[in-house]
């Protein structure tokens, strides 16, 4: 059987799964540097990627199979360059996320955690009705991001009358108005949901501009990368109240996220939990396994990045 690196945590399905058709080692229980050349495949995820040193170690591997749609923390133009192909898993997961977007989105405006706190505390009996909230309807909202999942969250911000545009490198086929200046879309709306990749392209993307641009009446949505936010210009303009709200699924250097943000009452935080749900999860998991099965099987790949696409040319995509 093939060997398969596995790096971060995976279900028991999928570790079940991938062992009827690998040998399979955690990259806990492996000195890379003697044994890198026995593997033919690396399973990994959206958060710790595959680094450069990784890489070096291990000659002979063929895919890389990651469980997530992001995968800024692969170099998957490096990895096609060594004929590395890399897989993620897109739209399996788009319903979710834009799920999550909407989550942190209702609890910033509708005060979820303070009036859960209200009734905990006794504060309902000791100080009578809690303060009153934003509505979530009618809504302008930016959208930067307007790719599989930023046209979900579009789609389930309907019901909700929200009046959308969006901010994107290039305007897309989309019945919502393309903003080409994204410190003018922070101006012209009253909340931003970030649903755009990761990595050097859009590094502080959402900087010191854009948040006071959307001001102290505006609420920035992050569930993209944390890379994507200047998270220092982000605790400053919450701070000083430059900046209204934030709900937050992703940070600089998760896990860690900095002290202010929690002792904040104005922002929602979330452990980068986006698609983390057992059904989302599974039909994720199912496309990680399936891409190194397939490809075991006869090089074929279901849902291979755009970077490794040269070196599938030729090859039917399953
Ligand atoms: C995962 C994600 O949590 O798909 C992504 O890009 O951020 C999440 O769904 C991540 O890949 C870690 O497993």
């Given amino acids: 059987m093939p ?104 609890a910033c405006y509708r005060e979820l955690l303070r009036d859960d706190a209200w009734v905990r505390s006794g504060a309902w009996s000791s100080e009578g009705e809690a303060p009153l909230t934003r509505s979530v309807d009618h809504q302008r909202i930016g959208i930067v991001g307007m790719g599989r999942i930023g046209q979900e969250i579009a789609r389930k911000l309907g ?8 901010h994107a490198r290039s305007e897309k086929d989309v019945p919502y108005r393309f903003e080409p200046d994204l410190v003018a879309l922070a101006r012209s709306v009253d909340c931003l949901i970030v ?13 010191r501009a854009v ?32 900046l209204g709200w934030a709900g937050l699924d992703v940070f600089e250097a998760e896990p860690k996220v900095p002290e202010a943000l929690k002792a904040m009452k104005n922002v929602v935080l979330l452990p980068h939990v986006g698609s983390a749900t057992h059904e989302t999860r ?3 998991g199912k496309l990680v396994i399936d891409n190194l099965v ?21 090859r039917a995509l399953r």
Avoid: W
Avoid at 53 to 58: E, I, K, N, P, V
Avoid at 159 to 166: G, H, K, L, V
Avoid at 196 to 207: E, K, N, S
Avoid at 295 to 314: C, F, I, K
């Fill in 3 to 106: 060997d398969l690196l596995i790096i971060g945590r995976i279900t028991d399905k999928m570790e079940r799964a991938a062992k009827e058709h690998f040998t399979c080692t955690p990259r806990a229980s492996v000195d890379l540097a003697s044994e890198g050349a026995r593997f033919d495949y690396v399973l990994t995820n959206g958060g710790a990627g595959l680094s450069r040193q990784d890489m070096d170690a291990l000659p002979n591997v063929q895919l890389i199979s990651s469980y997530g749609v992001g995968y800024d923390a692969i170099d998957a133009q490096e990895a096609a360059r060594r004929g590395i192909i890399v897989t993620h898993t897109p739209d399996v997961l788009n319903a979710e996320v834009a799920t999550t977007a909407l989550l942190l989105m209702m």
């Fill in 159 to 166: 019901p909700f009358e929200a009046n959308i545009a969006y």
């Fill in 195 to 207: 649903i755009t990749p990761g990595g050097a392209a859009t590094y502080h993307l959402i900087d």
């Fill in 211 to 242: 948040l006071e641009a959307l001001g102290p009446g505006g609420t920035l949505i992050n569930v993209a990368r944390g890379s994507v936010v200047d998270e220092t210009a982000l605790v400053s303009c919450l701070e000083t109240g430059r």
């Fill in 282 to 284: 599974a039909a994720m």
């Fill in 294 to 314: 397939s490809h075991a099987r006869d090089g074929t790949v279901q849902t291979p990045v755009p970077e490794s696409l040269p070196l599938l040319a030729g």
